[in-house]
C-alpha cells in the first residue's frame, strides 16, 4: 500500500526553465509534507517542507504547492539549473507516528545545459 | 551542522553472515531510523528508535535486527545475510516534534 506516490520516474528540463516535480498521497492525517534531494553515492539532503494548513512555502528558487483536496503536492524549481540534476523524493510525516517519514519512490531530475 | 556518520561507504559479505552497519549522530537527536533504497521503490522503513534501548519496527523488518545501546549510535544487524538484502542503506536522525531528518551519506551493502 504505496500512500505516497511519484508517478514520474523521470523528467528532463532545459536549463533556465521550470521543473514541476509531482507527488500524490493517500492518508488525509499527514501533518507535513517534505522534499529531499539525493546525489548519487550521498544521503538525501533537506530541501522544504509544508504544514498540512498551508497551500504554498517559498524558499528561493524552491516553491511547494498543496493541493489537500486533491492529495496532491508539487515542487517548482525557477529557473532550473545543471546543478539540480539529481533524485528528488517526497516524504510524508505524521506527528503521532514517533517521526517517522514515508517516502515516495523518488524522481530523476535531469537538467541540460 | 548535523553529522550523520555511517561507520562503511562500500561493503562486501557473503550469504549467511551476521552483519553489522553502524550508524553515529553528533547532535544529540532522540530519534534514529534505518532505511533501505531500492530503484524505482523509494526509500522503506526497517526500523528507528525514539529513545536508548527503544525501538520500533518500520515497514520491512524482516531479516533485520536493531540495538541502541547510547543515544548517538544506532546498529542496524542482518542476521543471517542473504542476496535479497543488497540494497543502500540510509541511516537519518532527528530531534524531537517536526524536524527534518538528516541523513548520513549511505553504505551500499552487496551479499555475494
Known amino acids: 500500500d504505496q500512500q505516497v506516490k511519484q508517478n514520474s520516474p523521470s523528467l528532463s528540463v532545459q536549463e533556465g526553465r521550470i521543473s514541476i516535480l509531482n507527488c500524490d498521497y493517500t492518508?488525509?492525517?499527514?501533518?507535513?509534507f517534505l522534499w529531499y534531494k539525493k546525489y548519487p553515492a550521498e544521503g538525501p539532503t533537506f530541501l522544504i517542507s509544508i504544514s498540512s494548513i498551508k497551500d504554498k512555502n517559498e524558499d528561493g528558487r524552491f516553491t511547494v504547492f498543496l493541493n489537500k483536496s486533491a492529495k496532491h503536492l508539487s515542487l517548482h524549481i525557477v529557473p532550473s539549473q545543471p546543478g539540480d540534476s539529481a533524485v528528488y523524493f517526497c516524504?510524508?510525516?505524521?506527528?503521532?507516528?514517533?517521526?517517522?517519514?514515508?517516502f515516495g519512490q523518488g524522481t530523476e531530475l535531469s537538467v541540460k545545459p | 551542522d548535523v553529522k550523520v556518520t555511517q561507520s562503511s561507504r562500500y561493503l562486501v559479505k557473503r550469504t549467511g553472515e551476521k552483519v553489522f552497519l553502524e550508524c553515529v549522530q553528533d547532535?544529540?537527536?532522540?530519534?534514529m531510523f534505518w532505511y533501505r533504497q531500492d530503484p524505482g521503490l523509494g526509500l522503506r522503513l526497517i526500523y528507528f528508535?525514539?529513545?536508548?534501548?527503544?525501538?520500533e519496527k518500520g515497514d520491512i523488518p524482516e531479516g533485520y535486527s536493531v540495538s541502541r545501546e547510547k543515544k548517538e549510535r544506532f546498529s542496524l544487524i542482518l542476521e543471517s545475510a542473504s542476496t535479497n538484502q543488497t540494497s543502500m542503506y540510509l541511516c537519518a536522525s532527528k530531534p524531537g516534534g517536526f524536524q527534518p531528518q538528516h541523513f548520513g551519506d549511505g553504505t551500499r551493502l552487496s551479499i555475494l
Open positions: 547532535m544529540d537527536h532522540e530519534n
Open positions: 528508535s525514539y529513545d536508548v534501548k527503544m525501538k
Open positions: 492518508n488525509s492525517m499527514f501533518d507535513y
Open positions: 516524504a510524508a510525516f505524521l506527528d503521532n507516528q514517533g517521526g517517522k517519514l514515508i
